[in-house]
């Protein structure tokens, strides 16, 4: 990917994985707002979490969506109940450390071994 613009720091990272714990509106809220914690990063608002009522899409897409805003950019979330399946991205204009990002994802979500991970 080419980098149209070197002159605005940008830290991104992708984290997907399948959790084993419940995962409800409160849960999604706690994660989202303590990750941030944890990484330094400062909310400006509460989390946006959406689930879809049923028969508004694919069934087997059922879950929640997720932002929360940062000073400093946000961090979304996207949950697949039916398959226990989970798509995060944080996007920052101020570096974190990846590693303490990863680690605490998989253990807030009890993941299974497999955890993939891309920084772009």
């Not at 990750?35 to 330094?40: P, V």
């Not at 997720?66 to 399946?85: E, N, Q, R």
Request: hydrophobic share 40%; net charge neutral; proline share 3%.
């Amino acid at each position: 990917m080419k980098n149209l613009a070197p002159n605005i720091f940008r830290q991104r990272l992708l984290i997907e994985g399948f959790y084993t714990i419940e995962v409800t509106q409160g849960k999604i809220d706690a994660y989202l707002r303590e990750l941030a914690k944890s990484l330094n990063l400062r909310i400006y608002s509460d989390p946006i979490i959406f689930s879809p009522s049923s028969g508004m899409g694919e069934k087997e897409n059922q879950g929640f969506d997720a932002f929360v805003p940062l000073i400093d950019s946000g961090i979304a979330a996207y949950i697949w109940s039916s398959h226990k399946f989970f798509s995060i991205v944080i996007y920052t204009c101020k570096g974190f450390d990846e590693q303490k990002a990863i680690d605490y994802t998989k253990d807030f979500f009890k993941t299974t071994a497999t955890v993939e991970t891309k920084s772009f």
